[in-house]
T-cell receptor, first 113, second 113 residues
Framework: AQSVSQHNHHVILSEAASLELGCNYS??????LFWYVQYPGQHLQLLLK??????LVKGIKGFEAEFIKSKFSFNLRKPSVQWSDTAEYFC???????????FGPGTRLSVLP | NAGVTQTPKFQVLKTGQSMTLQCAQD?????MYWYRQDPGMGLRLIYYSASEGTTDKGEVPNGYNVSRLNKREFSLRLESAAPSQTSVYFC????????????FGPGTRLTVT
């Protein structure tokens, strides 16, 4: 069965620091990859997605992610975080052409002002 | 467009009671999903419906039933609630045209005492 792991449970950064959140998945075939964000008390919103093509994808609010197929990774990055980026971040994988999404356990990001 | 809506927002049940969580989407999506979110475990798929008239089990279906009432509505029923079902429940919908990018509802916070 496919699985998704996220490297960090809780990340604490100061404003303006750079961010990288790790995500690895276990599936050898075609994948669609997603990063979702959940702000406190809110539902999940899509940050960015990868289906095919350029492995570096840009999303909303200055976030980007790089798909490295050989490493089964899809790490999320942002050059300079803001206090408003405090949230929980979920990596998700949709393997093949099925509809059975698998989410990672999430990484909580706390940005200190 | 309201997107994905869920009712109720909050619910407290006693062990053994039953209830139905309602979900509706107005995006004309074919696929709908029910997840539960527990701390440190990310989102786990309970059931999904690829299209009207079909439902399939996800990762954690035990103790739940679903009904795809029509294309818009997908309900989740707890027949005999247990404390282990205390969680936040999210409904989502998606469409093959967008490679199954999922749109989430605001969630239902359920406590079983």
């Amino acid at each position: 069965a496919q699985s998704v792991s996220q490297h960090n449970h809780h990340v604490i950064l100061s404003e303006a620091a750079s961010l990288e959140l790790g995500c690895n998945y276990s599936y050898g075939g075609t994948v669609n990859l997603f990063w979702y964000v959940q702000y406190p008390g809110q539902h999940l919103q899509l940050l960015l997605k990868y289906f095919s093509g350029d492995p570096l994808v840009k999303g909303i609010k200055g976030f980007e992610a790089e798909f490295i197929k050989s490493k089964f990774s899809f790490n999320l990055r942002k050059p300079s975080v803001q206090w408003s980026d405090t949230a929980e971040y979920f990596c998700a994988v949709n393997a093949g052409y099925g509809q059975n999404f698998v989410f990672g356990p999430g990484t909580r990001l706390s940005v200190l002002p | 467009n309201a997107g994905v809506t869920q009712t109720p927002k909050f619910q407290v049940l006693k062990t053994g009671q039953s209830m139905t969580l309602q979900c509706a989407q107005d995006m004309n999506h074919n696929s709908m999903y029910w997840y539960r979110q527990d701390p440190g475990m990310g989102l786990r798929l309970i059931y999904y419906s690829a299209s009207e008239g079909t439902t399939d089990k996800g990762e954690v279906p035990n103790g739940y039933n679903v009904s795809r009432l029509n294309k818009r509505e997908f309900s989740l029923r707890l027949e005999s609630a247990a404390p282990s079902q205390t969680s936040v429940y999210f409904c989502a919908s998606s469409e093959i045209r967008s490679s199954y990018e999922q749109y989430f509802g605001p969630g239902t916070r359920l406590t079983v005492t």
